[in-house]
């Protein structure tokens, strides 16, 4: 809530510290998300194991980046739709597919970001 008194420079510390506290929240809290920054800790050791590119980190950190705010969004629209009718609705599962639809065109572009970077790497090996 804002606060009428605060200055524009403390009203965004404000903001900064509520959007630390629901990145605290999602991490300690959503499992997709735990899950999802594994998967980031794992891809981004590959990086620096096979010495990645400047321009192929900046694709890597924008599709876990994508992942991450993907999945984050899919959990408030589950959250808010459980608040409004706890119960099962269709119109809410079907709603609640959808945000789940759209983390999967998320997860689904990074494997081919992910592709594009390190199979070329990965055949090298073989």
């Known amino acids: 809530m804002k606060n009428k ?9 404000r903001s900064f510290k509520f959007a630390l506290k629901g990145m605290w929240l999602l991490i300690a809290t959503e499992d997709s998300i735990k899950a999802q920054l594994i998967v ?8 620096f194991y096979f010495n990645i590119s400047n ?7 924008f599709s876990i980046g994508l992942v991450l705010v993907a999945e ?3 959990t408030a629209v589950e959250k808010i739709a459980d608040f409004v009718h706890p119960d ?3 119109k809410i599962g ?3 597919d959808i945000a789940a639809g759209a983390s999967s065109f ?15 790497k990965i055949s090298l090996l073989f």
């Open 88 to 90: 099962y609705h269709e």
């Open 5 to 13: 008194k605060d200055s524009f420079f403390r009203g965004r510390l």
């Open 55 to 61: 321009i192929e980190w900046m694709f890597q950190f």
């Open 94 to 96: 079907f709603i609640k």
């Open 40 to 47: 980031a800790a794992i891809i981004t050791a590959f990086g």
């Open 106 to 120: 998320a997860a689904f572009t990074s494997l081919i970001i992910a592709g594009f970077i390190y199979i070329s």
């Open 72 to 74: 984050a969004l899919n």
